[in-house]
């Protein structure tokens, strides 16, 4: 991951429609040039109840959100955290999008360049069976544990990007660099 800036981002959401869930757990790791200059992460008051279903699957239920802040207390935060950055997430598009509808619904906008992980690894490395965060940890030996908590999947992500890095090269990993105007003309 050397010489860029990069945020590694993940949220989890109460639902598996990003238009529509809300975010009630969000991790970002900073990472300068190959070096993790530090990480965050915070549950978040969704405001509405965590479906059974995202229950299971995270492990994060409506006591543990109880106390956690509303978005718009963490709004800020997350602008500065990314500020200047490339967000890498793993189908970060699902990520960006949760992201900008909490964003909107406090009348801001986050737009910054984006870097997915599981389009680089559909693009550098065809022909597996699956491509999502676990099975791309289980082939490249990386370990991964409580998937669906944010920051053991941003962790997983920046694993994995360095790996694509170190087999295919910096420059050629950033060439999936998608900028927000080209995102908005596609």
Do not use: K
């Amino acid at each position: 991951m050397e010489r860029s800036r990069l945020a590694i981002l993940d949220v989890e959401t109460t639902s598996g429609d990003p238009t529509v869930g809300r975010i009630m757990e969000v991790a970002v790791i900073a990472v300068d040039d190959g070096v993790e200059r530090l990480r965050w992460e915070s549950l978040v008051q969704p405001r509405t109840r965590v479906p059974g279903f995202i229950r299971r699957l995270t492990g994060i239920d409506d006591g543990m959100l109880t106390e956690a802040p509303v978005f718009v207390e963490v709004v800020r935060t997350l602008q500065t955290l990314t500020q200047d950055r490339i967000i890498v997430g793993h189908n970060v598009r699902f990520d960006m999008t949760a992201i900008a509808h909490e964003f909107a619904r406090t009348g801001l906008v986050l737009e910054r360049p984006t870097l997915c992980t599981e389009r680089l690894a559909r693009r550098l490395v065809p022909g597996l069976p699956h491509y999502n965060l676990g099975s791309l940890c289980r082939h490249f030996g990386i370990p991964y544990r409580s998937a669906h908590r944010a920051l053991n999947d941003a962790e997983a992500a920046a694993a994995l990007l360095q790996r694509l890095i170190a087999a295919h090269g910096h420059e050629h990993v950033m060439q999936g660099v998608v900028h927000p105007a080209r995102a908005q003309r596609a």
